[in-house]
């Protein structure tokens, strides 16, 4: 698991009851800004039922 970007996360907090489409904007967002979990089993079936392309995990930078 990476390292997780906590100034991304504190600027950017999941909304509360998250409708599908915040949720998968959240999330495509997330994966560019922060690496630290893997995108849920649901957003990223909604993100295949969409035509989203599914974001490959970044490398942790810490790792190297």
């Known amino acids: 698991m ?3 970007n906590a100034d ?8 509360a009851n998250a409708k599908p489409d915040q949720r998968l904007a959240w999330h495509l967002a ?12 649901g957003v990223r079936k909604l993100m295949i039922e ?9 490398p942790d930078d810490s790792q190297r």
Not at 30 to 41: G, V
């Open 2 to 4: 990476a390292k997780i």
């Open 8 to 15: 991304w996360h504190r600027a950017n907090p999941m909304p």
């Open 30 to 41: 997330h994966a560019e800004a922060c690496a630290c979990r893997a995108i849920p089993d």
């Open 50 to 58: 969409r035509g989203v392309a599914v974001p490959v995990p970044k």
